[in-house]
T-cell receptor, first 113, second 115 residues
Framework: DTAVSQTPKYLVTQMGNDKSIKCEQN?????MYWYKQDSKKFLKIMFS???????INETVPNRFSPKSPDKAHLNLHINSLELGDSAVYFC????????????FGSGTRLTVV | AQSVTQLGSHVSVSEGALVLLRCNYS??????LFWYVQYPNQGLQLLLK??????LVKGINGFEAEFKKSETSFHLTKPSAHMSDAAEYFC?????????????FGTGTLLAVQP
């Protein structure tokens, strides 16, 4: 069983479209994240949810809206896609307890044309 | 605020040579530090992590890192490089258990291994 799974793996779409990326984790973690990796491989956090509650929103445009229906799912909806949104988006989750751990999904490569 | 700086965006070594990837951190709270590896067109895989226990941390694939508070460093090493080690390596810091639990990444170091 995949610990953190994202769908789709690849997404090619035209400018102006609306698209969603889904993420699910089966690790029982309380916190989930979305990261964006740009063309220079730089990884930047976008959002974080803890038990369905938004705790981090890193000055991401309002066109990006995360939704967490339960603590095992964190979806990312993007409105009015722009060329600059092309990137790889990673979902991750983290565990509680004494030893920190972050588990990443395999990524969704979004290409806006 | 927390941050990490990775010195050298590209490192090239010969197969069998020592690998040394440099990472310096900045943190106002005791940091948790991580090294991740990303192979081409793949996700992020955890190599090792420092969680305030032993300062010398051993990870997968023969990698290890040493936490040096006096130097605010967490450099990654491997005694003998293999061709399969060619990948992008990311150092990261977290305020785990703090206000946000977020993981902050460095800009990455691309390791090339020459035959």
């Amino acid at each position: 069983d995949t610990a953190v799974s994202q769908t789709p793996k690849y997404l090619v779409t035209q400018m102006g479209n609306d698209k969603s990326i889904k993420c699910e984790q089966n690790l029982g973690h309380d916190t989930m994240y979305w990261y964006k990796q740009d063309s220079k491989k730089f990884l930047k956090i976008m959002f974080s949810y803890n038990n369905k509650e938004l705790i981090i929103n890193e000055t991401v445009p309002n066109r990006f809206s995360p939704k967490s229906p339960d603590k095992a799912h964190l979806n990312l909806h993007i409105n009015s896609l722009e060329l600059g949104d092309s990137a790889v988006y990673f979902c991750a989750s983290s565990q509680g307890g004494l030893s920190p751990g972050y588990t990443f999904g395999s990524g969704t490569r979004l290409t806006v044309v | 605020a927390q941050s990490v700086t990775q010195l050298g965006s590209h490192v090239s070594v010969s197969e069998g040579a020592l690998v040394l990837l440099r990472c310096n951190y900045s943190s106002s709270v005791p940091p948790y530090l991580f090294w991740y590896v990303q192979y081409p067109n793949q996700g992020l895989q955890l190599l090792l992590k420092y969680t305030s226990a032993a300062t010398l941390v051993k990870g997968i694939n023969g990698f290890e890192a040493e936490f040096k508070k006096s130097e605010t460093s967490f450099h990654l090493t491997k005694p003998s490089a293999h061709m399969s080690d060619a990948a992008e390596y990311f150092c990261a810091v977290s305020d785990y258990g703090g206000a946000t639990n977020k993981l902050i990444f460095g800009t990455g170091t691309l390791l090339a291994v020459q035959p």
